[in-house]
């Protein structure tokens, strides 16, 4: 059978999806994407705000994220790159110090001098680790006091695995720092400054500029399309099912959604409950991510780090400090972000009762703030935000095979030993198109 005449089914529209779709459409295949919002983009979806789109969660590149690099240049589009030189800071102590380049760091006199040498002898030790399995059987809690001391350890990178991971933080595997430390080393321009990219026009107008490439290729696109059921029969997937009752058959599907969404609808189908299971074996934590519309900037710096465990968030992000407040109006725009459990008090409260409640850590941070200058408040929430990356996750990281050889799924699961980003929801949508192309 002719390419042409086969179909892949493409559940979730996510820049994973997306990507996949990009290659079996570009093989010859005839693709459909069905998702459940209203747009495409998933995690790099956007809002409006000031009349300009705004994401509703923080992205930017690093300069070597290779993979979205070349996705842009494949539309032709790499012209719309931006770059700017990132200013980024920790809050400590009720005090703000900068860490934008290797200077900052002997300047920061949140720790001792000995420790601030010892703190940049083991980052470039760190960033020079090439085979991370070493690592692998290594927890973050041990292994980080190990090579940047106790007091680093205890002041700079225990109060963000509180931060980022909470009560789990002692099950993280040392790779997920390894992989952090190294990937913003690998970013560094010139002077040592660490150099970011973002899209003119912000991810929305990315998203839609790929949307476009995607249906000029002839990929259907399906919105506001959530399936609720799947019927299996003779160990092959045989159609989806959406809430509304329509089913659509394909001769080949691809999951890019979480995997525990995947694991429900295999129980719903009544078939093999033990399999089903395996796709709730990696826990996930959610995320809030509080946007703030303000009259008024409240520092110089774009990211910060809050390495204050009293402090609910673990990152004070003013957007307007890395893209120009005057693209929105000439308004400041801050993110506040928390991964959190989905059973946590802030994960049910809305916009409203998250903002009240966090205007006093605001306050502590910069005591100058007046919350009059709030002109407006955004929440988003997304359940399923970070996978728990814990010892010897080589060992249990999915493949994109099912056990259904028509069936396939991608999703952050597989980005290991990288972490989340879009950069690699990309690498991995692309890899997984290629791999359904090819197998025949």
Known sequence: MNKKNKSVA?????????????????????VTIYESGEDLGGLAGSFMVNGTYLEKFYHHWFNNDKDIIRLIHDLGESDKIKRNFSRTGMYYANSFFKLSNPLDLLRLKALPFWSRIRLGIGTLYVQNI?????????????????????????????????????DTYKDVSAVWFWNKIKLRGGSRGKEGKEELLYYEGGFNALVSRFKSELINLGVKVNLKCKISSIEIKNNKLNKIIN????????????????????????????????????????????????????????????????????????????????ENSETYNGKNLVYLSKYLPETDPLYNMNADELTDFSIPFIKEMFPDFKEEIIEESFLWKER??????????????????????????????????EDRGTNYAVREGRKVGTLIADEE
């Open 10 to 30: 493409i559940i979730g529209g996510g820049l994973s999806g997306m990507s996949a779709a990009y290659e079996l459409a570009h093989a010859g295949y005839s």
């Open 130 to 166: 090439s085979n991370w399995k070493k690592l692998e059987k290594h927890r973050a809690v041990e292994w980080l006091p190990r090579v940047f001391g106790k007091t680093a350890y205890n002041i700079i990178w225990k109060p963000l695995l509180i931060g980022k991971f909470g």
């Open 243 to 322: 809430s509304d009752g329509d089913s659509f058959g394909a001769d080949k599907f691809l999951f890019a959604v979480p995997p525990q969404i995947i694991g429900s609808l295999l129980r719903k189908s009544s078939v093999n409950e033990e399999y089903a299971k395996t796709f709730d074996s990696i826990p996930y934590l959610a995320n809030v991510c509080l946007v703030l519309v303000l009259s008024k900037k409240l520092s110089d710096l774009y990211w910060i780090n809050v390495n204050d465990p009293n402090f609910p968030f673990v990152a004070f992000i003013e957007h307007t400090n890395f």
């Open 384 to 417: 399923y935000a970070q996978p728990l990356v814990t010892v010897n996750y080589s060992k249990i990281k999915p493949t994109y095979n099912t056990i259904y050889n028509n069936m396939f799924y991608c999703h952050m699961t597989h980005i290991y030993p």
